[in-house]
């Protein structure tokens, strides 16, 4: 399976370059994984919603750039559907079945996914109702599909 990650923003924080490589690293057992940082759109840190609307359009079409038709497209968003880690590894599990090996999940920048971007996913994941920095999204979603793979091969992992 490929996996692609696709993330607005630079990762600055060291703790966190650490806990993906960590993942990533884990993950080259069981998947090509590819993580595709894009640039952030700069603006104010007070913004109309206008405003607000164009950063997430310029980002989203950034993001679209990335996406091959024969993606499976999980973009992470607030109104996504819920899932238990054996719920996402029995999704991935069930892609791989069906071939579509080619998965690209999908995580905005700080306001979050362009319409576009919604509308090009073939499903939405959330991981709660809280919003987290998309940073730290990167490392636990990384984290998350490792445990489906290990879900998946009947392999021990920490519940």
Known sequence: M???????????????KQGIAEYTKRLGAYAKIDIVELADEKAPEVLSDSEMQQVKNKEGERILSK???DHHVIAL???GKMKSSEELADT?????TYGKSKVAFIIGGSLGLSDDVLKRADEKLSFSKMTFPHQLMRLVLVEQVYRA???NRGEPYHK
């Open 2 to 16: 490929n996996i692609t990650i696709i993330t607005v923003g630079k990762l600055k924080e060291k703790y966190l």
């Open 67 to 69: 996406i091959f038709p």
């Open 77 to 79: 968003a607030i109104q």
């Open 92 to 96: 991935l599990d069930k892609l791989a």
């Open 149 to 151: 793979f290990r879900i």
